[in-house]
């Protein structure tokens, strides 16, 4: 059983383009969590989503930053027009449901140039 | 704003002794906790976790102690190794099976292992 699968771990991106960050949750899996982990800090949620719906988007920034979890396929983050305070590394965890263990991911280390 | 914070930042220990671990929280109602391994460039790995309807739990090597009164989380590691070096993480859940089970989580703390 594979664990939570992030693509790519490494992101380099030019400040005014665009980032998408996939992960991919365990099997059975359908809560997915995003976090932001700046270098040194904890990770800080963002967004917790179950299939097709948000839950909780409280720790998003309000602009430029969106997420989803379609029916088919991974959850995807995506930052438009990134700035240099976007460089950190993304986590993605899943959990069976409401309670249980969340799994996280390897991350995505976006570097933004 | 309400967090969960650590005391100490960076722990140095000789292999073999026993690490002790500190984390504070600020919200009384947080009512769940883990505590996470993070080494370098990977995600966070559970260790243990524990309500708060228990004051001690104990795994293999670890032991959790909760301290509701003054809202204190402890990470005790028995017979501390070099695999154990790493930035760990304590972190709650204020509404545990509740509409979210978002990680509130503490700044960490660097464990390094002498041998």
């Known amino acids: 059983n594979a664990g939570v699968m992030q693509n790519p771990r490494h992101l380099v991106r030019r400040r005014g383009q665009e980032a998408r960050l996939r992960c991919s949750p365990m099997?059975?899996?359908?809560?997915v969590y995003w976090y932001r982990q700046l270098p040194e800090e904890g990770l800080k949620f963002m967004v917790y989503?179950?299939?097709?719906?948000?839950?909780?988007e409280s720790g998003m920034p309000k602009e430029r930053f969106s997420a989803e979890f379609p029916k088919e396929g991974p959850s995807i983050l995506r930052i438009q027009q990134v700035v240099r305070g976007d460089s950190a590394a993304y986590f993605c965890a899943s959990s069976p449901g409401s309670t249980g263990e969340a799994f996280f991911g390897q991350g995505t280390r976006l570097t933004v140039v | 704003g309400e967090s969960v914070g650590l005391h100490l930042p960076t722990l140095s220990v000789q292999e073999g002794d026993n690490s002790i671990i500190n984390c504070a929280y600020s919200?009384?109602?947080?009512?769940?906790f883990i505590w996470y391994k993070q080494e370098s460039g990977k995600g966070p790995q559970f260790i243990i976790d524990?309500?708060?309807?228990?004051d001690k739990r104990q795994g293999q090597r670890v032991t959790v102690l909760l301290n509701k009164t003054v809202k204190h989380l402890s990470l005790q590691i028995a017979a501390t190794q070099p695999g154990d070096s790493a930035v760990y993480f304590c972190?709650?859940?204020?509404?545990?099976?509740?509409?979210?089970?978002?990680?509130?989580f503490g700044t960490g703390t660097l464990l390094a292992v002498q041998p």
């Open positions: 524990i309500r708060s309807n228990m």
């Open positions: 099997k059975g899996h359908s809560h």
């Open positions: 919200n009384s109602a947080s009512d769940y």
């Open positions: 989503l179950q299939k097709e719906n948000i839950i909780d």
């Open positions: 972190a709650e859940i204020r509404d545990y099976g509740g509409a979210t089970n978002k990680l509130i």
